[in-house]
């Protein structure tokens, strides 16, 4: 589509809807972690079942972003954004009415099927509104919402919530309100995508592609192993080094908390930062950087001392790399991947792969680690995943429109999607 043709005004729309609906995705997922000093009491909970409800909900999101990738390429986008965001916003709703673990437990491996199948729709949305010079841009501003409400504003919104409703079932039920109000919205003005809307020029005629052929796509499989090392050391960080703050370097917990908000407003900007840069100076290089960025950060925070200051910069940039390269590889680098026809697809292995195994194995390998080496060991085992993957962006094969323009006859550049066959 030449620019002449593309509609700005819905590019634009499409990008705040889908940001508000990955931001209550966010937020919904999220929302235990302040509340549950407040659960704990009341339902008789420990720690380690804290783990568990957030562990669930991980595995189930990454699950069914696979499954349901395939589903969302088959029967449209719509249907799936307007149905699961309804289900998981209700899901929390229902949280409040939790009465223990095991029915908090279901709840939350529920909303994890919701919102996993909320993913890979919404980004495939989202790439067939915008122009593809900007879509790693727009889908890393959509991805940026997370981290920005889900991990720095619910807390804030649950806390003062709490000081106007008698408890904290009351902020569950609420929860629920903003995610009806988004769906109807995109039920409203959202666009059902074309057959073909993502075949790309000059094969619209091609047979419809099977599902296993994104297992024999390279930029698939060495964005998928990437994100592995991404997540293996963003989400050990997350959930080990607010311990780490306190029983190692013993700050006080004013001080923890302050450096440890540094991976949400990192995160948030690196969402949209790294994938912006990547539609300009290409996906590889960008990878690469950041892997390597994000290495050398860590590195640094690791060997600084008790200094709350110093700990936020280098925190903040080792978030802002690690989480930009999750809405880089899970976005752009996996769209312009897919095979045509399997868009949605390809964003639901690369993402739901990730989520189960980077997500939810690290952590618990990370533990491990911790119980029989030391807590500051879990670090290591961080850095030497974002080594790993700067090895392994050095594989991905380059795909930004701008770096690898195709020229109609009539002189306009053209997406093309870099289908790289192993």
């Not at 949305?125 to 997370?146: C, F, T």
């Not at 079932?169 to 769906?183: D, N, R, Y």
């Not at 850095?383 to 795909?399: K, Q, R």
Request: glycine residues 12%; aromatic residues 10%; positive net charge.
């Amino acid at each position: 589509m030449t620019a002449s043709h593309h509609d700005i005004g819905y590019e634009r729309k499409t990008l705040v809807l889908l940001g508000l609906g990955f931001g209550l995705v966010g937020f919904d997922r999220w929302l235990m972690a302040p509340m549950f000093p407040y659960m704990m009491k009341d339902l008789g909970l420990d720690y380690s079942q804290l783990g568990s409800l957030i562990g669930v909900l991980g595995v189930a999101w990454g699950i069914w972003s696979i499954v349901m990738g395939p589903v969302s390429d088959r029967i449209g986008r719509k249907k799936i954004l307007v149905a699961t965001m309804i289900v998981f916003s209700v899901l929390s709703s229902l949280s409040g009415f939790a009465t223990g673990f095991s029915s908090l437990l279901l709840l939350r491996a529920a909303m994890g099927v919701a919102e996993g199948a909320f993913t890979p729709a919404s980004l495939a949305a989202n790439s067939e509104a915008s122009r593809p010079a900007r879509r790693g841009l727009n889908q890393g501003l959509q991805l940026s919402m997370i981290p920005l409400i889900g991990l720095g504003f619910a807390p804030i919104a649950a806390t003062q919530l709490l000081r106007v409703v008698p408890s904290w079932h009351w902020v569950f039920m609420i929860s629920a309100v903003p995610g009806l109000i988004v769906s109807a919205l995109i039920w409203r003005l959202l666009r059902e995508r074309t057959r073909s809307s993502d075949v790309p020029f000059g094969v619209e005629g091609a047979a419809k592609m099977e599902w296993t052929q994104l297992l024999r796509t390279r930029n698939v499989l060495v964005a998928t192993a990437a994100i592995l090392c991404a997540m293996g050391g963003i989400f050990v960080i997350g959930a080990m080094v607010p311990t780490y703050l306190v029983a190692v370097l013993h700050l006080d917990t004013r001080s923890m908390g302050f450096v440890a908000s540094a991976i949400g407003f990192g995160g948030f900007a690196g969402s949209f930062a790294l994938p912006g840069i990547s539609d300009r100076v290409g996906r590889r290089p960008t990878a690469l950087f950041g892997f390597v960025a994000a290495t050398l950060l860590l590195y640094c925070f690791a060997r600084t001392g008790p200094h709350p200051q110093m700990l936020f910069a280098l925190l903040f940039g080792v978030s802002l790399f690690s989480i930009g390269l999750l809405s880089l590889l899970s976005g752009p680098v996996a769209t312009e991947a897919a095979p045509p026809g399997l868009v949605a697809s390809a964003i639901g292995f690369v993402s739901g792969v990730g989520e189960t195994f980077g997500g939810g194995v690290a952590p618990v390998i990370a533990g491990f680690i911790a119980q029989h080496f030391g807590l500051a060991r879990t670090l290591d085992f961080a850095f030497y995943s974002l080594v790993a993957g700067a090895g392994i962006a050095v594989l991905l094969v380059e795909t930004a429109p701008r770096r690898r323009p195709l020229a109609r006859p009539d002189g306009d550049a053209v997406e093309v999607h870099f289908v790289n066959d192993l």
